[in-house]
């Protein structure tokens, strides 16, 4: 029974290291019992926890307190007999009856704990389950909260973001829509320049065909014009001088004037089918030539019409611009005058006063020094008994000032004549070297008009420059 009881202790001391037992042995005292109230309350604060071997632990003790009792009766028996040894030795069989006794109380009472651990184990998961879910429905509450207590602001951004999302969408489309079209526009335009090329390359391979069958035949009639040339030189010196010349003219005639054939004439001389013996000129022929000697004269009588009314522009023009700078000059001469009139009133006065206390005699000798001067300074002697005639410095004046008009008139007469000279000069050289004169030479009157307006032009600036010259 010893060794027994030594197995249940070491089991016992076990139990209590796993229940957390720090040294104090769950209320044991060295060399006592348990303490029965404490171990209850200990056991009782285990199987709250939810400890599964809380029952192992409570029946392990009970068991240690057992070994105790059955270990130590020989030190109760001394301690006993110590004391008192008038005690009778019948005392241990009551013990031990009632220790059996107690034993099988306590093993009823350790399975009934065991039941209610086993229970409260049952308890324990189920609540632990609906803490678990108590949790997580909290967290979803919490999360729900959170959500609804976002700002209006983030709130009324996210409609701004869905909002722009909607409309970005529905501009991608338009643009994805429109690149479609485009593409599809392209590919018609691409397919209509296609035909296009392909046409434009047929007809220029068609025209280069033509080009190369036309040049061929300008080939062969240059060769033939050449056999002609030649052939004409070869008549040309078979004849006298006096007929080369006529010839010579009329070949310049006929090339001058190789486009003037009306639709008319050739329509004649294709039409014409007289049959004439001996070489003589059909009358159809004779017609022709007729018609064309009156042609050349109208245009002789034309052109000469031309010459004479560029002519008349030529001279209105320089009329009117001699009249134009005279009547410049007349006003700046006016003006000129008045200012000096207007001088010679404040200082009239004050001359007067000067020749009077002067006398006569030295005004007549100045006048007559002024006189001679001027005199001295004219060329022609008519100029110089004019200006020595006149007493008064204003008659000398104006005296002075139409002599200036009348040589600016000569000088404009003067230069008109040697333009219209010039011109003609210009027009001889132009017909000695063409002996026909072109028609082309007098195709715009307005360009020699517009020479006729530069030189005048170009006149009055030299005489603003130069008034007096």
Sequence with gaps: PQSGGKKKMEEAEEDDMTCGDLGNGLGRRPGGLYEGEKLQNYCSFRSRKGSGKVGNSLLSAKRVEENDAAAFPHTKRNSSHNGSSEKPVTSLTQQNSSGKESNEELQQQLWEALEEVENLKVELEASQRQLEGKDEALRILQSMAVFNKATSHT????????????????????????????????????????????????????????????????????????????????????????????????????????????????????????????????????????TRKQLLHLKQEMENMKKSKDEAYIMADAFRIAFEQQLMQRKDQALRLAEVIKIKKETKFINWRRLKNDGHVKLQGNKNSLGQKLSGLLSSDVDCRKVEELDNPHEILKMLIDLVNDKEEALAHQRKVSYMLARAMEMKEDNGISSVPSAKTFENPEKMLRKSHSWPSETTCYEETNPHG
Excluded: H
């Design 155 to 290: 709130k009324a951004m996210l409609q701004k973001t869905e909002e722009e999302k909607r409309t970005l969408e529905k501009e991608i489309n338009i643009l994805q829509w429109e690149i479609e079209f485009d593409q599809d526009r392209f590919k018609n335009i691409e397919d209509t320049w296609t035909e296009k090329y392909d046409r434009i390359y047929c007809e220029n391979a068609a025209l280069k065909e033509a080009l190369k069958l036309r040049t061929e035949e300008v080939k062969t009639l240059q060769a033939e014009n050449a056999i002609l040339n030649q052939q004409c030189l070869e008549f040309l010196a078979m004849l006298d001088v006096k007929q080369q010349k006529v010839v010579q003219e009329n070949m310049s005639l006929n090339k001058s004037d190789i486009t003037d054939f009306t639709g008319l004439e050739l329509a004649v001389l294709g039409a014409c089918t007289c049959n004439t013996s001996g070489g003589q000129p059909c009358p159809c022929a004779k017609m022709a030539a007729v």
